[in-house]
């Protein structure tokens, strides 16, 4: 599968290797320990381009194609899969959503400071009631004159406590159900937007997720993103997007939690010689590595359709979905095994194998549960949606 790299896919993966493994592998297990916030890697991302790999220079990006981006999250993701959230949810929830659905005026005033690393950016769908279903959101945007006065409560907001933009999904018409939602462009430093309680999470902990809370947030008509009504549509497609993402994530813990296996078995000793060389061993990492490489194949072929689809305009939905439910089961299952084969080793902090078993967990559940992705592929093959 790596044939279909040209040589400038593969030197930005070198590039984007060597900058995650000084900058952000050594720093990792303090802010997992702490759950601080990584400003000083996540500037030197928005310097190196990182956080907005697929937008156009002209707004504010690397101008990128989607294979280069899936190659940089997966090596983010093999330093820290914390601050591969950030990148992804940065670069496919909201700038997809700005660079598709923005004005050109929105575009030149949120996508550019967000692509460049400037401000940081969240996107904000679910509620403490409303996850999985997310259209039985409760948030509701009510139109006064030249605004919307948006009050509700969205929760698990990915970057939440840092972001200075946010892509929000409101109940513009509760009657419509999820044609009465409608999606806006939030500045956070605006009277009526408050950050609410940050989680405390079991992994991905310098990624910041907490709750937002609107009271009266009086948000101009200027700010919607889409016309009315066209909120959950927007949601959708972004998702599409941002599963390629964390597909690319979890294909990169993956990928640290084999290296590390690989490398311990054939190091640690038991019973007079190299643990790799008991057959149950070898037959954990037989298939760790073609779980990996299956993943592999799965998030580049997503990456592939999303950029055929920005000539083609067809959507990638059911590429993506099988993507992310692949790769996510993949990491947690490797990175169980990886616990396994390190042994006591595995268990303790003073290794990251703990920290990679903890960081996949997630990626089975954000951006749609695996039972989610699986209703997605299900209707895709029944031809039902
Ligand atoms: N692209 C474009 N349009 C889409 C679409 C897609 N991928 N999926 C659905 N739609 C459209 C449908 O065509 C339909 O359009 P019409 O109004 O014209 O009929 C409309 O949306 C409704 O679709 P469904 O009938 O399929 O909707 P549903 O209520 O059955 O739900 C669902 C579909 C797939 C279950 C959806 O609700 C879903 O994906 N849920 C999971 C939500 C999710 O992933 N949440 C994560 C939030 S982000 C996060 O994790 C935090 C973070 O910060 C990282």
Redesign the pocket.
């Known amino acids: 599968m790596d044939l279909l790299l040209t040589a400038e896919h593969e030197m930005l993966r070198q590039t984007v290797r060597d900058f995650a493994q000084k900058e952000i592998a050594p720093i990792a297990a303090h802010h997992d320990e702490t759950g601080e916030f990584p400003f000083e890697t996540v500037k030197k991302m928005g310097e190196l381009g990182l956080m907005g790999l697929e937008v156009p220079e002209e707004y504010g990006g690397a101008g990128l194609d989607t294979v280069s981006y899936v190659l940089a999250i997966e090596e983010i993701a093999r330093a820290d899969v914390a601050h591969s959230?950030i990148t992804?949810?940065n670069n496919s929830?909201v700038c997809h959503g700005l660079l598709h659905f923005a004005t050109e005026e929105q575009k030149r005033k949120y996508l550019v400071p967000v692509a460049s690393g400037q401000k940081i950016g969240?996107?904000?769908?679910?509620e403490p009631m409303s996850?999985?279903?997310?259209?039985t959101m409760r948030t509701r945007a009510v139109r006064q004159g030249d605004d919307y006065v948006i009050n509700g409560r969205k929760s698990?907001?990915?970057?939440?406590p840092v972001a200075g933009v946010i892509i929000l999904f409101a109940m513009t018409d509760p009657d419509k159900?999820?044609?009465g939602i409608t999606a806006f462009i939030i500045d956070t430093d605006k009277p009526g937007f408050v950050r609410g309680k940050v989680e405390p999470k079991l992994g991905i902990r310098a990624s910041a997720?907490c709750e937002c809370v609107y009271e009266d947030y009086r948000c101009p008509v200027a700010n919607r993103l889409g016309a009315e009504g066209e909120g959950?549509?927007i949601?959708?497609?972004v998702?599409?997007a941002?599963?390629i993402g964390?597909a690319a994530q979890a294909l990169g813990v993956a990928e640290a939690a084999l290296e590390a296996s690989l490398a311990y078995a054939k190091e640690r000793q038991a019973f007079g010689q190299s643990i790799a060389e008991f057959q149950g061993i070898q037959w954990m990492l037989a298939d760790m590595g073609t779980r990996v490489e299956a993943a592999r194949m799965l998030t580049y072929r997503a990456a592939l359709a999303k950029e055929a689809a920005k000539k083609t305009g067809a959507?990638y939905?059911a590429e993506?979905a099988m993507a992310k439910l692949y790769a996510s089961e993949t990491a947690m299952w490797v990175t169980t095994k990886a616990v396994q084969i390190h042994g006591g080793m595995g268990y303790s902090k003073e290794l990251p194998i703990e920290r990679y078993f903890r960081d996949a967990k997630i990626t089975e559940?954000?951006?749609?549960?695996s039972e989610?992705q699986r209703?997605?592929i299900a209707?895709h093959l029944l031809g039902t949606?």
């Not at 969240?122 to 679910?126: F, G, P, Q, R």
């Not at 996850?131 to 259209?135: T, V």
């Not at 698990?156 to 939440?160: A, D, E, N």
């Not at 559940?365 to 549960?369: D, S």
Request: hydrophobic share 40%.
């Open positions: 959230t992804s949810v929830l969240a996107y904000s769908l679910t996850g999985s279903d997310a259209a698990w907001v990915t970057s939440g159900k999820h044609r997720t959950f549509k949601a959708m497609t998702l599409d941002g599963r964390i959507r939905t993506a559940i954000y951006e749609g549960t989610i209703l997605v209707r949606k």
